[in-house]
């Protein structure tokens, strides 16, 4: 079976390559290096308001291991085929060495490159530095043909994603800072963090990660399209009353009847997201 590429390093190379730390999230610190890659190092613990600091189970490497209950209840039933355990861990290892190993059959998004060891020890992951990027919802401010044109860009990307299995769940954020698709000039749309639990790998199609990642997809052109409030709109369980003004909003901006249901319930199909851009582009 074919293994995952890794690095591996002293405690002293990794003081002596990291530059600076750029980014702090739920689950990691990302470094930026000497050479022009990231370094993104996995903390031992929950970092969360409720739960700030709160030691969490590790594995005999010192490593956090995901539980079901870390996941969102709709990831809650995802399945790794050599494990059937009803009590089952998610070691952010495994996640990553299966991201690694499909690194080469990506060729639009770029996916963690290796797994980093430090003092022999698993850290994290090796990932692509896109320093001279910006937040996709910053593409709200170009003409409206642009906006299509890097939607349209998002949307190819995504597929292959998902084409290969490779479900994006997290693509809509809550604010600029946080996006987890940057914007490379000239107009190129760069998907991140498809590690950890902004991404799931399973073997096989995943039904309910297939519609998580068509849901943030939704989402995420409805914002960048048509300047709708993400914070407004990004919650998985709409209400009447939300889909009817998204409704309301569509037929004001004059999109055709025939996409608006599946806009305003942020569930058009790929087919029909790609029919509409390409309408929209007239």
Not at 159 to 183: F, G, Q, R, T
């Amino acid at each position: 079976m074919k293994k995952p590429e890794e690095v591996h390093i002293t405690n002293e190379d990794f003081s002596n390559l990291v530059l600076t730390q750029i980014g702090q999230g739920l689950d990691a610190k990302v470094y930026r290096t000497k050479k022009k890659v990231l370094f993104k190092i996995y903390h031992n613990y929950l970092l969360d308001k409720k739960e700030m600091m709160t030691n969490v189970p590790v594995d005999e490497e010192g490593v956090r291991i995901f539980r079901r209950d870390d996941f969102r209840k709709n990831r809650s039933k995802i399945f790794f085929q050599e494990k059937n355990d009803s009590d089952i861990k998610f070691i952010t290892k495994e996640l990553i060495s299966r991201a690694v190993l499909k690194k080469d059959e990506i060729t639009l998004s770029t996916l963690p490159q290796a797994l980093l060891y430090v003092d022999h020890h698993f850290k994290g992951c090796i990932l692509k530095d896109f320093s001279w990027s910006t937040s996709i919802l910053n593409v709200r401010y170009l003409p409206y043909s642009l906006r299509i044109y890097m939607a349209k860009q998002i949307l190819i990307r995504v597929k292959e994603l998902l084409n290969h299995h490779i479900y994006p769940v997290d693509l809509a954020m809550k604010n600029i800072k946080n996006s987890n698709v940057l914007w490379n000039f000239p107009l190129t749309p760069e998907i991140i963090d498809l590690d950890g639990r902004s991404t799931l790998y399973p073997n096989t199609f995943h039904d309910s990660f297939y519609k998580e990642s068509i849901f943030h997809l939704n989402c995420l052109l409805m914002e960048i399209l048509f300047g709708r409030d993400e914070s407004l709109i990004l919650s998985e369980n709409l209400q009447k009353e939300d889909i009817l003004n998204n409704c309301l909003f569509l037929e004001q901006e004059k999109v055709p009847s025939v996409y608006i249901d599946g806009l305003a319930s942020l569930s058009l199909s790929l087919t029909n997201l790609e029919k509409f851009l390409k309408v929209k582009e007239r």
